[in-house]
């Protein structure tokens, strides 16, 4: 999978996520390797489908060879944050993971999942009472 998120997620992570092929969107900070930086969300999302095609083409995916995004095979990219990330991604995503946690931490910034023109397909609870949900559309 790909990740993409915004410099002060990366920042806050403090290194890459394991497994993953991490997509830091800034116009000044570089993010070391093996992190690929960008200047916008557009280019991210370019550089991610890029990659889960070619990732998909060395596995033999013959419904990447037609163009297909999406298709069975390819990973699709994940926003992982932050707020701005999420705001400029809104209107692409067809699917979001959205979990909730049951206390209020301490932060600077608050990120509230606006629901509107989505489905919830998907809800789980923890005894703990996290919840984990699934939007579509």
């Given at each position: 999978?790909?990740?993409?998120?915004?410099?002060?997620?990366?920042?806050e992570a403090?290194?890459?996520l394991p497994d993953r092929t991490n997509v830091v969107?800034?116009?000044?900070?570089?993010?070391?390797?093996?992190?690929?930086?960008?200047?916008?969300?557009?280019?991210?999302?370019r550089v991610a489908w890029e990659h889960e095609s070619e990732s998909a083409l060395?596995?033999?995916?013959?419904?990447?060879?037609a163009g297909e995004r999406g298709a069975k095979g390819i990973a699709r990219p994940f926003v992982i944050g932050g707020?701005?990330?999420?705001?400029?991604?809104?209107p692409l995503i067809t699917?979001?993971?959205?979990?909730?946690?049951?206390?209020?931490?301490?932060g600077d910034v608050?990120?509230?999942f606006d629901t509107t023109g989505f489905l919830?397909?998907?809800?789980?609870?923890?005894?703990?009472?996290?919840r984990f949900l699934t939007y579509a559309r």
């Open positions: 999978h790909v990740v993409v998120m915004g410099r002060r997620t990366w920042e403090g290194e890459p969107v800034s116009r000044s900070f570089v993010a070391p390797a093996p992190a690929i930086t960008v200047p916008s969300l557009d280019e991210a999302l060395r596995q033999g995916d013959s419904a990447v060879r707020v701005r990330m999420f705001e400029q991604a809104r699917r979001a993971y959205v979990t909730e946690i049951p206390e209020e931490p301490s608050k990120f509230t919830l397909v998907e809800e789980r609870t923890t005894r703990s009472g996290l």
